[in-house]
């Protein structure tokens, strides 16, 4: 795939003065992120969670879901009663 970027001059300049191509510079960026970066999934559809994708997804909504100070524990709990 190729992509057009417009890179700043002093950038490049950088670039140019520890004698590198500014495209090998930019490729080896892109890649060391890739490699030091968690993977994400994308869905493109419906479709079934993997075990861990559904264990990931749980574990990340009990962090973050309050609905007026209570958790979903407290939500499910509350649930029962009726």
């Known amino acids: 795939m190729q ?6 001059d002093d950038l490049a300049a950088y670039v140019r003065a520890r004698g590198l191509a500014l495209e090998e510079y ?3 960026l892109v890649a060391s992120e890739m490699a030091s970066a968690e993977p994400k999934f994308v869905r493109f559809g419906p479709g079934p969670y993997t075990p861990e994708e559904a264990a990931r997804s749980i574990r990340e909504s ?5 609905m007026n100070g209570l958790k979903i524990k407290d939500l499910i709990n509350e649930g029962r009663r009726f």
């Open 3 to 8: 992509v057009t970027i417009e890179i700043p």
């Open 26 to 28: 930019v490729r080896d």
């Open 62 to 66: 009990r962090q973050s879901s309050h």
